[in-house]
């Protein structure tokens, strides 16, 4: 399914054994036959043996899988890393940059689902109207009751009516229970560092946000090393950790 210019979400069946069991925030590697492999996070989990992933179009592979026609047949390792916390019935406050929606769609779904007193609230931003993911299961969420979603793009365009300016401007002054409130971030690396740091002045504890790194991940066991990150291994130890963890941590380059 196309979601943007560059972005698709594809829908893989197993073509023999089936599929194990993801976690929101874990990720598989996917590989284009003759091309290579990158770990992309899984953004839906249907419960039918089926994955599905949502990809930008970046890189020869991510091209690759972008321009897949249906019934290509691709490799699939995983599930790898660690997982969003979902563990309790505390407020969820998920924010979302770009494709960092991708990985956070799961939890939101699985939220949703369980019809619990739990208030979610996802805030999401994109560059332009054109390139926000999945417009169309957002404007549902929208005239649900329940779930508060709120929509911002760095650049709007004619016909948008909503927010314009970054994730972190929403995020700044909509209401939130801060002790009690869980939040998970996705995105650029800047924007869930202000993201951080703008819950923590609102008084939301460092150990109730929870953030997604990105490095180069290859083998996804932690044995290659190519995706250190200080201490970290993040295809092991990640790509999902507390922001305690990761606050020391933004500024390494990656290897």
């Known amino acids: 399914m196309t979601e943007t210019s560059d972005s698709v979400t594809l829908t893989l069946a197993p073509a023999g054994d089936r599929l194990p ?23 839906a989990i249907p419960g039918d043996g089926t994955l599905v992933h949502t990809i930008r179009a970046v890189g020869p592979v991510s091209r690759a899988l972008h321009d897949a026609e249906p019934g290509t047949v691709l490799g699939v390792r995983g599930p790898f890393g660690t997982a969003w916390r979902l563990d309790d019935d505390e407020g969820l406050l998920l924010v979302a940059g770009g494709i960092g929606l991708a990985p956070l769609r799961p939890v939101l779904r699985q939220a949703l689902a369980c019809r619990s007193s739990r208030r979610v609230i996802l805030i999401a931003g994109a560059r332009t109207p054109a390139d926000l993911l999945y417009r169309e299961e957002l404007r549902r969420l929208s005239d649900m009751d329940g779930p508060e979603v709120v929509l911002t793009v ?16 929403p995020l700044a002054t909509h209401p939130i229970d801060p002790a009690h409130t869980t939040a998970l971030l996705c995105g650029p690396e800047p924007m869930m560092r202000f993201c951080a740091r703008a819950l923590l002045g609102r008084g939301v504890p460092a150990e ?48």
Request: charged residues 20%; glycine residues 14%.
């Open 21 to 43: 069991e993801f976690r929101p925030g874990q990720f598989a590697m996917l590989y284009a036959h003759g091309i290579g492999e990158i770990p992309i996070s899984v953004s």
């Open 154 to 169: 760095d650049r709007g365009e004619v016909g948008w009516n909503g927010r314009v300016g970054f994730v972190t401007e």
């Open 208 to 255: 109730r946000i929870e953030v997604s790194l990105e490095r180069n991940m290859q083998c996804g066991n932690g044995l290659c090393g190519h995706c250190q990150l200080g201490p970290l291994l993040v295809c092991r130890d990640g790509p999902v950790v507390g922001y305690p963890v990761a606050e020391p941590l933004f500024p390494v380059k990656e290897l």
